[in-house]
Nanobody, 114 residues
Framework: VQLQASGGGLVQPGGSLRLSCAASGIIFSMNAGGWYRQAPGKQRELVAS???????NYADSVKGRFTISRDNAKNTVYLQMNSLEPEDTAVYYC?????????WGQGTQVTVSS
């Protein structure tokens, strides 16, 4: 199983970014996938998750600003991030739970700063 994350970068407060996570060796639509983030000095935290049946969960801190979605044909999960705040600065990791294990992508840095 491999997860390839992309789309991070530097953005000003109020801006937007879209993260992508392409999977190989596992099918996103048949498993639970999502995004976590880890800021310096803090624990990794759940940002958003999407389950095989389409159920979606968000952390309270991102509700109304972030949207998780899945393209089954591309076997890819996205995280659309709008109205970004400096507090969103972190390394973002995609993950998928399947075959009795949790798999992680390599992480992509998101920096929100003026």
């Amino acid at each position: 199983v491999q997860l390839q994350a992309s789309g991070g970068g530097l953005v000003q407060p109020g801006g937007s970014l879209r993260l992508s996570c392409a999977a190989s060796g596992i099918i996103f639509s048949m498993n639970a996938g999502g995004w976590y983030r880890q800021a310096p000095g803090k624990q990794r935290e759940l940002v958003a998750s999407i389950f095989s049946g389409g159920l979606i969960n968000y952390a309270d801190s991102v509700k109304g600003r972030f949207t998780i979605s899945r393209d089954n044909a591309k076997n890819t999960v996205y995280l659309q991030m709008n109205s970004l705040e400096p507090e969103d600065t972190a390394v973002y990791y995609c993950n998928v739970v399947g075959y009795g294990s949790r798999y992680w992508g390599q992480g992509t840095q998101v920096t929100v700063s003026s």
